[in-house]
């Protein structure tokens, strides 16, 4: 590997030398210069619409550039096609893996290049000797037979990663991998980086989680309105230095959640379970407080807010809102007693993708207010909706606009209008500002402070420990489906937590 | 800036092949195609049946599904609906009508027939969670046989004059153009047009946003299943006779002209607008082929060839609105 041309120095792995893309009136990047070394893990920051993702899609052939040049060790690259990136050593990993789920693991990772015997039929054997070979290499522990579909996320996104070193792939492009993990699963796809690194492989990590970067990066590149703002390495670029330049401005620190008020018990849980998911499950929320809920993905936090809203039935224990035991059998049910749920997945369960941003905000509220007799009062809920996105300060050139053309945190802030329109005395919040960017991520916490502040409810899942310490009055630990612990906040550190959830 | 509604690309199409057809016409047969009113009625006359259908099935595609029954709907209907439209000395009546029953009674027991295969699609759907398209390719081979066996396949004939009112004149397209009016404000503008959508941008968002999703697909079903129903109302009428071999293959020209007309079969995107120009489209090439003495064979060929054409070019649109942004 890197034999370099004659006479001079070894020329980087990757070379992106003042690439520039416009589309139809915006200019998502200009005069972007940055370098990937061999084994380095360069970290790409930005707030969503940075240009971070058109950069990516243009070093892994989505996309073409205006101007500028792409060098593979010093060698002048065109990729035209993703397949045409892959034949030259550069895979990416998307946000949405691209596997097929009803097939194994092997049969994944060596599509179209299975190896076959002299009447073209699949030596299974030989395939599955292979990929074993392939995910121990990675230290990875997958059975090669197993169907992808049955697999956790984070497996998934290791068997992306091994298909895309067995194309002997020099360069890797991952876009947020870690959005969707725990912690701990986080911690093993590190590991898996880090193998891949050591392999003189490069990568480019595109993240919002600053808190990753010590652990992760090499190098550092911040991006801003499509222009390459300012470059380093975890040790000389420090959190604030990197919020500055993502944001332009000075960005204050979370706000530590005002006291609670402790007003009447809300919504409480007495022994709660639904089998195989969570078990004995007791709490209580008030009125004017928001009780965090941390733990690891698969400790049962998300399904016990599904049952809280009526969308999975608890086979044992008894919810209580208002101090009234209440059976939950529909979303409906719970929004008609005041309960709203954000859940974790914005685009598999929250959005409406093809309707506008007016048609997702109103569609709860719907079924209280603006309508009679059937027949929408479409000037007031327009009304409605208008204050609501003001007040939320969506980004958008329109309400007419699809929700779609919307970046993250604004498609996350539309979610949220929905169920303010309603005006919620309890609201659940699963992951409320994943992959949401930084200043997006203030302005959402800040709206969940104002409502508490009203008197609402607050339920918060998150995996994001910084968010849980400083937005929580109480947080609740779960372990396997357990509650391990309830902390008040004075109590509550990340150790502690961390040793409640994790056992 | 805005963006001119889809509608106005069908149009452009509509227009496009009229004009076609109109110059074909001056080349080869020596006449005009537009230039002639009677021509231009019995077009739309000979679509508004399917028109109405199409009004339903869109609503059904809207919320992602799929509605192959309705064909099968048509002829029981009209089977139904003729049977009890047979004036008192019919020959062969199905029942001995003793006297010619007010024309309501045909009429609404017709419409009763299509929403209740349309319930019934709707309540399996709901109720099992099977596919659509299995549910009602279940219906249409039931109710084509429950067509035939009604009348042992007998064709119902002798009905009542003010039965055949409905099926004559211009009073089939007052009907469709009656019937797409009523279901396209109340797509926009009610909150059954709302959760409509909303069902088939995402299932699963809709239910938790509060919408009784099994619910509401069997309402929209059976609007479609009572549209059907009203389908094979006019169909008889206009036939004068109730037939089991009614409405063949009328489905697939339903869902071709919701197709052609923007609908999208992944859900969430479709129109009444759309619809309509989508079945005129329809009846437009089929009366252009007819009008140039050309092989009936040839025009299905074409009409084949448009539809995948319409959903080609929507892919097309769609792709570049998604690499817009």
């Known amino acids: 590997m890197g034999t370099a041309a004659a006479g001079r120095a070894t020329p980087p792995l990757l070379e992106v030398s003042r690439l520039s893309k416009s589309f139809p009136g915006v200019a998502a990047l200009e005069d972007v210069t940055l370098h990937l070394g061999h084994g380095r893990v360069h970290a790409l920051m930005g707030e969503n619409g940075a240009g971070k993702s058109t950069l990516m899609k243009i070093v892994a052939g989505v996309c073409t550039p205006d101007s500028g040049e792409l060098r593979l060790e010093g060698r002048s690259v065109r990729l035209d096609s993703p397949r045409q990136a892959l034949e030259s050593g550069?895979?990416?990993?998307?946000?949405?893996?691209?596997?097929?789920?009803?097939?194994?693991?092997?049969?994944?990772?060596?599509?179209?290049?299975?190896?076959?015997?002299?009447?073209?039929?699949?030596?299974?054997?030989?395939?599955?000797?292979?990929?074993?070979?392939?995910?121990?290499?990675?230290?990875?522990?997958?059975?090669?037979e197993a169907e992808v579909r049955t697999l956790p996320l984070a497996a998934r996104q290791m068997v992306e990663i091994a298909r895309a070193l067995s194309y002997d792939s020099r360069v890797l492009i991952m876009d947020e991998p870690t959005s969707a993990l725990t912690e701990r699963e986080a911690e093993r796809l590190f590991a898996v980086i880090r193998a891949s690194a050591t392999r003189g492989v490069g990568i480019f990590y595109v993240t919002h989680r600053i808190e990753e970067l010590s652990a992760i990066a090499d190098d550092i590149s911040v991006l801003r309105d499509g222009r390459h703002i300012g470059a380093g390495t975890p040790a000389?670029?420090?959190?604030?230095?990197?919020?500055?330049?993502?944001?332009?401005?000075?960005?204050?620190?979370?706000?530590?959640?005002?006291?609670?008020?402790?007003?009447?018990?809300?919504?409480?849980?007495?022994?709660l379970s639904v089998a195989g998911e969570f078990e004995d499950v007791s709490f209580e929320l008030h009125a004017g407080e928001i009780l965090g809920?941390?733990?690891?993905?698969?400790?049962?936090?998300?399904?016990?807010?599904?049952?809280?809203?009526?969308?999975?039935?608890?086979?044992?224990?008894?919810?209580?809102?208002?101090?009234?035991?209440?059976?939950?059998?529909?979303?409906?049910a719970a929004i008609s007693r005041g309960v709203g749920f954000v859940t974790e997945d914005r685009k598999?369960?929250?959005?409406?993708?093809?309707l506008s941003v007016l048609e997702n905000l109103e569609i709860s509220v719907l079924s209280r207010d603006f309508v009679r007799c059937g027949v929408v009062h479409w000037g007031a809920a327009r009304q409605a909706?208008?204050?609501?996105?003001?007040?939320?300060?969506?980004?958008?050139?329109?309400?007419?606009?699809?929700?779609e053309n919307l970046s993250g945190g604004n498609q996350q802030k539309v979610l949220l209008g929905r169920w303010l329109l309603l005006k919620p005395k309890i609201l659940i919040l699963d992951e409320p500002t994943r992959g949401v960017d930084v200043g997006a991520k203030a302005e959402i916490h800040q709206l969940i402070t104002r409502l508490v502040a009203e008197g609402a409810a607050v339920l918060m899942i998150s995996s994001e420990m910084p968010e849980i310490l400083a937005m929580s009055h109480r947080v609740m630990v779960m372990h396997e489906g357990r509650v391990t612990g309830i902390l008040e906040r004075q109590a509550a550190t990340q150790v502690k937590i961390m040793d409640l959830a994790a056992r | 800036m805005r963006r001119l509604p889809p509608e106005a690309g069908f149009l452009l199409v509509l227009l496009a092949l009229a004009l076609a057809f109109e110059l074909l016409g001056w080349i080869f047969v020596h006449q005009s195609f537009l230039a002639n009113e009677?021509?231009?009625?019995?077009?739309?006359?000979?679509?508004?049946?399917?028109?109405?259908?199409?009004?339903?099935?869109?609503?059904?595609?809207?919320?992602?599904?799929?509605?192959?029954?309705?064909?099968?709907?048509?002829?029981?209907?009209?089977?139904?609906?003729?049977?009890?439209?047979?004036?008192?000395?019919a020959v062969r009546a199905v029942y001995p009508a003793l006297v010619d029953l007010p024309v309501l009674v045909p009429v609404a027991a017709g419409l009763a027939v299509g929403a209740a295969a349309g319930l019934v699609n709707g309540t399996?759907?709901?109720?099992?969670?099977?596919?659509?398209?299995?549910?009602?390719?279940?219906?249409?081979?039931?109710?084509?046989?429950?067509a035939k066996w009604y009348t042992r396949g007998q064709p119902v004939s002798m009905l009542t004059d003010p039965y055949a009112a409905i099926g004559s004149g211009v009073a089939p397209v007052v009907i469709f153009l009656a019937t797409a009016l009523i279901f396209h404000l109340a797509l926009?503008?009610?909150?059954?047009?709302?959760?409509?959508?909303?069902?088939?941008?995402?299932?699963?968002?809709?239910?938790?946003?509060?919408?009784?999703?099994?619910?509401?697909?069997?309402?929209v079903y059976t609007i479609a299943g009572l549209l059907s129903g009203l389908a094979g109302v006019l169909t008889s009428a206009r036939a004068v006779s109730g037939q089991a071999g009614m409405g063949l293959m009328y489905e697939l020209d339903a869902i071709a002209a919701a197709v052609i007309g923007g609908a999208s079969l992944s859900g969430g995107v479709g129109r009444i607008t759309g619809t309509v120009i989508g079945t005129l489209i329809l009846g437009v090439v089929t009366s252009g082929f007819t009008f140039l003495r050309i092989d009936a064979y040839y025009q299905e060929i074409v009409k084949g060839a448009i539809i995948v054409a319409a959903v080609v070019a929507d892919q097309y649109r769609r792709r570049r609105r998604l690499t817009a942004t």
């Open chain 1, 348 to 354: 598999e369960t929250g959005c409406f993708p093809s």
């Open chain 1, 90 to 144: 550069i895979a990416m990993i998307h946000q949405e893996l691209n596997l097929l789920p009803t097939m194994s693991v092997a049969e994944n990772i060596w599509i179209r290049r299975e190896p076959l015997n002299a009447l073209k039929f699949v030596r299974h054997r030989e395939l599955n000797r292979r990929t074993r070979a392939l995910l121990e290499r990675l230290a990875v522990d997958i059975d090669p």
């Open chain 1, 293 to 332: 809920v941390a733990g690891l993905v698969g400790s049962g936090r998300s399904r016990l807010a599904e049952t809280l809203f009526g969308l999975v039935t608890p086979t044992a224990g008894e919810i209580r809102i208002a101090g009234c035991a209440v059976r939950l059998d529909s979303p409906a």
């Open chain 1, 236 to 271: 000389t670029l420090s959190r604030e230095d990197i919020i500055r330049m993502m944001v332009g401005r000075e960005l204050a620190p979370l706000p530590a959640a005002a006291p609670a008020q402790a007003g009447p018990v809300a919504l409480s849980a007495h022994a």
């Open chain 1, 385 to 403: 909706c208008e204050r609501m996105a003001s007040a939320l300060k969506v980004k958008t050139r329109g309400l007419s606009e699809r929700i």
């Open chain 2, 188 to 219: 926009r503008y009610t909150r059954y047009g709302k959760f409509t959508y909303a069902i088939g941008a995402n299932a699963q968002a809709a239910r938790i946003a509060g919408i009784h999703v099994g619910r509401h697909l069997i309402a």
């Open chain 2, 124 to 146: 399996l759907i709901a109720g099992t969670g099977i596919p659509p398209f299995i549910a009602t390719l279940g219906v249409m081979v039931s109710a084509r046989g429950l």
């Open chain 2, 38 to 89: 009677q021509r231009l009625v019995v077009m739309i006359l000979q679509v508004s049946v399917i028109g109405v259908i199409a009004v339903g099935v869109t609503q059904v595609i809207i919320t992602g599904g799929i509605d192959l029954s309705s064909g099968s709907v048509v002829a029981l209907a009209a089977m139904v609906a003729a049977s009890l439209a047979q004036s008192s000395d």
